[in-house]
């Protein structure tokens, strides 16, 4: 009998948890009860963790058994952090992005970590600027792209205020509630995909976008998201 891929990946990103808090090896018959602290809902007393799955893990190498205990193979293991990295990033960015309920977080992230490919999941790393823990205080698990650059200190994406006088950057998003005056920037040009530069920093915030010069309030340069150009590039 073949098993879809979720309840699998499903699987292993809570013997991955409980891996973190110790509880290995798991008993497989009474995975239900030692994994429902991990579970974002309750275990249905029909659905739960079919054993059908755990069969199909141990067919794919994904799960060593030895009699009744399982654990995770070196396979599992890698399987299971790449699902547990796109979970956890997904959270961030729902939280401190988006600002969406807990609720809504959760649900959203327990179905965006099937679908995620390694190219946007990296993508998202970097755009988080490569976040070490998830809203809930987890490890996040380090990608390729964490290892091979310093973005953690040096984000893809920075507030406007962190630019230096005379540095280009593309405006990627505004990220504010006031409204208003979201749409007074965007009636003077201020719009995701142009390009500015700061002119001034004290007394106020001055930038240029195109041939004009904007004075913004201090709270717009939290609100607004640009990224980085390299000195001399062109313009996008």
């Excluded at 059908?52 to 030895?66: C, N, P, Q, R, S």
Aim: charged content about 20%; glycine content about 6%; proline content about 9%.
């Amino acid at each position: 009998m073949s098993v879809r891929s979720e309840p699998i990946e499903e699987l292993l990103e809570l013997c991955w948890t409980a891996a973190e808090d110790g509880l290995v090896p798991l008993d497989r018959d009474r995975l239900p009860t030692q994994l429902v602290c991990f579970l974002p809902h309750p275990i249905e007393p029909d659905g739960g963790l079919e054993q059908d799955t755990i069969e199909a893990m141990i067919g794919e190498g994904l799960v060593l058994a030895e009699g009744r205990r399982i654990r995770l193979s070196p396979a599992g293991v890698s399987r299971a952090r790449e699902i547990v990295r796109r979970h956890r990033l997904t959270e961030v960015l729902l939280r401190n992005v988006l600002q969406v309920s807990d609720a809504s977080m959760e649900s959203t992230a327990c179905q965006v970590e099937h679908i995620l490919n390694l190219e946007v999941t990296e993508a998202v790393c970097a755009f988080l600027g490569h976040p070490p823990a998830c809203p809930h205080g987890r490890a996040i698990p380090p990608g390729r792209c964490c290892e091979a650059s310093q973005a953690r200190v040096q984000p893809l994406l920075v507030p406007l205020a962190r630019l230096a006088i005379g540095e280009q950057s593309t405006l990627a998003f505004i990220h504010t509630k006031r409204h208003v005056y979201l749409q007074r920037l965007s009636a003077l040009g201020v719009a995701p995909g142009v390009s500015l530069s700061v002119r001034q920093t004290q007394p106020a915030l001055v930038i240029q976008v195109g041939e004009t010069e904007l004075a913004l309030d201090p709270q717009a340069g939290q609100e607004i998201f640009v990224r980085r150009r390299p000195p001399g590039s062109p313009s996008p």
